[in-house]
């Protein structure tokens, strides 16, 4: 099972709206609250920051790497920038969150645009560990649509 929302159908309050009940059914390993907040973070920057439309895809990973995956694709090349805090309320704060609540991010530049793509993997009950986040730089043909769940 996935879920897509793009601008045409969707805002963002859907956006976390979609995220939560999915997580809820599919993702129960899953943070709520982090997965919520992350999409909302990336679907906030792609209205924001870029001109036109915005995709949401969530999906879930399985195999040996099994865990949850949220696309967001929109129509501007450029990159997320990672800014300083501003504590008066004028932003900097969205990629730092991304990057710290998530296992992994990718930014997959696209003809139309770019997709960022982040991950949370499932970790089973006896292991702690967090994966390091690194933000890679991946060209198109190295990521396909991937698995959706069942």
Do not use: F
């Amino acid at each position: 099972m996935e879920v897509v929302l793009d601008s045409r159908k969707g805002d963002i309050s859907q956006a976390r709206e979609v995220t939560a009940l999915y997580v809820a059914r599919s993702c129960p390993w899953a943070d709520p609250d982090d997965v919520v907040l992350v999409v909302s973070e990336l679907v906030t920057n792609a209205v924001r920051h870029t001109t036109g439309w915005w995709r949401l895809q969530i999906r879930q990973m399985r195999g040996r790497r099994h865990g949850l995956v949220v696309d967001v694709d929109d129509a501007s090349g450029e990159e997320p920038t990672v800014r300083a805090p501003d504590i008066t309320g004028a932003g900097g704060h969205g990629w730092h969150i991304v990057r710290r609540l998530t296992t992994g991010v990718e930014v997959v530049p696209r003809p139309y645009g770019k997709t960022v793509r982040v991950t949370w993997a499932s970790l089973s009950r006896n292991d702690n560990r967090r994966t390091t986040h690194r933000t890679r730089r991946t060209s198109p043909g190295m990521l396909g649509t991937g698995p959706s769940c069942a």
